[in-house]
């Protein structure tokens, strides 16, 4: 949770520095994860409910400990069907990705102060999402041995033991695999100069408050609360104990700890023992960034060879026998030299040496004018209801990349007429379509798939104006529909939608004549 560090006076007196927190219940929920606070399930600790009750957490651990080998295991415990593809009839239980990165932060930093307390789960009962999202809670006790290892760590009813059980599955150890090539390469959040640059940070920040804490508190254990009967007693001073301490873990600590820890999990059979390609864009190291026509890619391997793609989908295929055995797959490119950018891409990149594969590099390139080829093709505003919902639980946008290029919509938002947020990494390929919906259940009871997401808000069924915004705050497409003024009657309350005349529209679709009512009722998303 969010904190902030202050002096704290009581009746006059100075008590140090302390460090408010936000605390962790179903009202934080509601105001970072959305939703009404009633509708979530808040458990920590020793399985103890905050808000909320105890049912989804049981059947996680339920379902987690009835064996997660099979992929069919692995995705219907994340509410998809064995393909991947999202199913309502199965219950959203782990954000597995969440998870993943929650374990990985508790491991790097050596917690041992934990999982048997001090973690926290939430989940919205009434919109569960990915299914539940962990949280770190009281971690003091971090950062202390730089050959700490928790891998092994276990706990009955706690996140750790849900983590051991999906290690059973190899699909989910090369996701942890993938997730650790983010976070621990390549400038990532666990990496040497990333972590010293954030400790420094904070350090900074409490430097000169910390004279106060020692003036405070510093001769504690000497006049107050002994740790001996004759001494010699140590007063706990900035220069002697604080700034020691920060140098400790700037010279020691975060230099060494990424490496340990990969060799950790290699040891483990989490982390494979061949390293991926690293991504040069004009030469300098790289990740998601907004590249320009003209720039150069590259990608280098110490050994082995490099396969690749640029829309997104997967290089290599497993042999389903080992974690990192495979073969590439058909469409992947082998990597032979630098070449230029002239459109966006979605770039996957592995290493496979002597038949084994590397982790996955990724990293979207955006060129921002490619954007302007992502338009809106299909608007139902006033649908028909039936006898279990309403029409406006019909509502429903449909979006399609017309362009030659994947298209990454995190960032990607509607700001009018719905309230909608692409909140991660969502590519879409040249042709794609992706639809938000008012309901997700009602939108899969008509049409038999699930939408994307459920945005907030609803259309107006007098029309309204439509604005969807690119990550830098530009505007992508503006569309302001009416029920009248030229604009097709059908589609304002006879279960016809609006779609553009044109498959592939172009330029501003902002007058009546680009539209049409669909051909069949109800749309066709």
Not at 287 to 296: K, S, Y
Request: with cysteine; hydrophobic share 35%.
């Amino acid at each position: 949770s969010r904190s902030i560090f202050v002096h704290l006076f009581i009746n006059g007196i100075y008590w140090g520095i302390y460090n408010p927190s936000e605390r962790l219940d179903s009202d934080y929920a509601e105001l970072y994860l959305g939703g009404d606070a009633d509708d979530y399930d808040v458990i920590k600790d020793y399985s103890d409910v905050i808000d909320g009750d105890i049912g989804a957490w049981n059947r996680l651990h339920q379902q987690s400990a009835s064996g997660m080998k099979t992929d069919e295991a692995y995705w219907k415990i994340q509410g998809k069907n064995p393909d991947g593809t999202r199913n309502p009839m199965y219950e959203s239980l782990v954000d597995v990705d969440n998870l993943i990165d929650y374990m990985m932060i508790n491991f790097y930093g050596g917690n041992t102060d934990w999982d048997h307390h001090n973690w926290v789960a939430m989940r919205n009962r009434v919109k569960p999402g990915n299914g539940f999202k962990f949280f770190c809670w009281d971690q003091e006790h971090v950062l202390k041995n730089v050959n700490e290892n928790l891998l092994t760590e276990n706990n009955p009813n706690c996140p750790s033991s849900i983590f051991q059980r999906l290690r059973q599955n190899e699909n989910f150890k090369r996701r942890f695999a993938d997730r650790v090539q983010m976070h621990c390469f390549d400038g990532g959040v666990l990496t040497p100069q990333a972590t010293a640059d954030r400790m420094m940070k904070r350090s900074l920040y409490l430097e000169g408050a910390i004279d106060a804490e020692s003036a405070r508190w510093g001769d504690y254990r000497r006049d107050v609360h002994p740790y001996n009967t004759s001494g010699p007693f140590d007063l706990y001073t900035k220069e002697d104990y604080w700034l020691p301490v920060r140098e400790t873990l700037l010279n020691n600590y975060f230099p060494q700890r990424t490496d340990k820890f990969l060799a950790q999990l290699k040891e483990a059979g989490l982390f494979p023992t061949v390293s991926a390609p690293q991504l040069l864009l004009n030469g300098e190291p790289t990740g998601d960034t907004i590249a320009v026509p003209g720039d150069l890619l590259s990608l280098s391997a110490s050994r082995g060879t490099v396969y690749y793609s640029l829309d997104g989908s997967e290089p290599a295929v497993w042999n389903g026998t080992s974690t990192w055995r495979g073969s590439p797959a058909p469409d992947a490119g082998i990597y032979s030299g630098a070449f230029a950018l002239n459109h966006s891409v979605h770039l996957k990149a592995r290493t496979l040496l002597n038949g084994q594969w590397s982790a996955l590099k990724e990293a979207y390139l955006m060129v921002r004018s490619d954007f302007s080829d992502l338009k809106i093709t299909e608007i139902q505003y006033n649908p028909e209801g039936n006898e279990l919902y309403a029409g406006s639980d019909f509502e429903f946008i449909e979006l399609k990349n017309t362009g030659s290029s994947t298209l990454n919509l995190n960032g990607v938002a509607f700001t009018s007429g719905i309230d909608y947020t692409f909140q991660e990494a969502i590519s879409l390929a040249p042709g794609e379509f992706i639809v938000l919906a008012s309901n997700e259940e009602a939108f899969y009871a008509r049409y038999g798939f699930m939408p994307h997401g459920e945005f907030d808000g609803q259309l107006s069924n007098s029309g309204e104006l439509l604005v969807l915004i690119g990550l830098q705050g530009d505007t992508l497409c503006s569309i302001a529909y009416d029920d009248e003024k030229g604009w097709p009657e059908e589609a304002d309350g006879s279960g016809y939608s609006l779609v553009p005349v044109e498959q592939n529209p172009s330029g501003n679709q902002n007058t009546p004549g680009q539209w049409r009512s669909s051909y069949q009722k109800n749309g066709s998303p």
